[in-house]
């Protein structure tokens, strides 16, 4: 447990360095102490903002990816890989382009909130759809599948909105679905933060649960738990996080299933809530380093691909092991 603690303090210590070199470097200007009096508005009103979005989407990918993981007691499960993540877009495209194709005018009555309640309600329908096929599919080898077909005839419904939609709003959305911190803003912030930090904790605060459910259903109602009450609350909180996190920074491919796979192979420990904490701060490190990268070529790098290139490895690494839980 002391070299666990130790490692969790060693994360900790790399995410604030990561964060002080994204806040100095990930941009087109550097700012240090000597010109900072020049870079104050970049500071405030660019670079914080983006750290900030990069900290909140990290550590909800990686919570609302273990969390599907012990659901669906399956280490491959995750917001992208169940298709999640295609609801989620499949509802933003919905709003931005099917609204706009029919003359419906959602966006100027619910202003950006129209995008977060969207991409929720995609992510929160389909993680339904997935639990209830769950009851009666067993196999979790098909489950993926499952969802890996469903991503599929979503993106195929998402690609008719893309192709009879009017230039401006297709080009909005394809912008979004690169995935992005850059565009986050104060005024986003004060909607995502709040929202993120509460579903954190209350993920927190129901940890025991999740750790009886890792002991298998059967098990977890022996011991008193109401399985699936406590299993459509844990839903529903995976649903939030990847929703609001798509709707503000587009949808982010790997770090949801690949984060949790860290965090089991870095902690020998069979705690869920001490994998919450670590799978916050490894999100964190992932999603400050990848922006970090993304801005090392002379042209920025989509968010995407970078998170891909360091994601990948993980997961293949665990397909080649053969881990059980």
Not at 73 to 93: D, E, K, Q
Not at 246 to 270: D, E
Request: hydrophobic fraction near 50%; aromatic fraction near 10%.
């Amino acid at each position: 447990m002391k070299r666990n603690s130790l490692k969790l303090a060693l994360l900790l210590l790399v995410c604030f360095v990561l964060a002080f070199l994204n806040l100095s470097f990930a941009g087109s200007e550097k700012i240090v102490p000597a010109n900072f009096h020049t870079g104050h508005f970049i500071f405030w009103q660019i670079r914080l903002p983006k750290m900030t979005g990069a900290i909140l989407a990290g550590s909800t990918l990686s919570v609302s990816g273990l969390i599907l993981q012990v659901l669906f007691r399956n280490p491959l499960a995750g917001p992208y890989v169940l298709g999640i993540s295609s609801g989620a877009s499949f509802m933003v495209a919905l709003t931005i382009m099917g609204a706009s194709a029919l003359g419906w005018q959602m966006q100027s009555w619910l202003g950006s909130s129209s995008i977060v309640l969207s991409a929720i309600i995609g992510g929160l329908g389909v993680t339904l759809l997935i639990s209830g096929l769950s009851v009666k599919v067993k196999n979790n080898t098909l489950l993926l599948l499952m969802g890996l077909m469903l991503g599929q005839i979503i993106g195929a419904a998402q690609g008719f909105l893309e192709y009879f939609s009017n230039n401006d709003s297709l080009k909005r959305f394809v912008v979004w679905s690169l995935g992005s911190i850059r565009n986050i803003t104060n005024t986003d912030l004060l909607i995502y933060f709040p929202i993120v930090a509460t579903t954190l904790l209350v993920c927190l605060f129901l940890s025991k649960s999740l750790q009886l459910l890792t002991l298998g259903e059967y098990y977890a109602e022996n011991l008193g738990l109401n399985v699936k009450r406590h299993r459509l609350v844990w839903i529903c909180l995976s649903s939030i996080l990847t929703g609001i996190t798509t709707a503000f920074c587009g949808p982010i491919a790997f770090v949801g299933i690949s984060v949790p796979v860290a965090s089991r192979l870095l902690f020998k420990t069979s705690s869920q809530l001490f994998h919450l904490v670590s799978c916050c701060l490894i999100g964190t490190g992932i999603l400050l380093l990848s922006d970090l990268i993304s801005f090392m070529p002379s042209q920025h790098l989509p968010l995407n691909l970078v998170t891909t290139i360091i994601g990948c490895p993980l997961v293949l690494y665990l397909m080649f092991k053969q881990k059980t839980w």
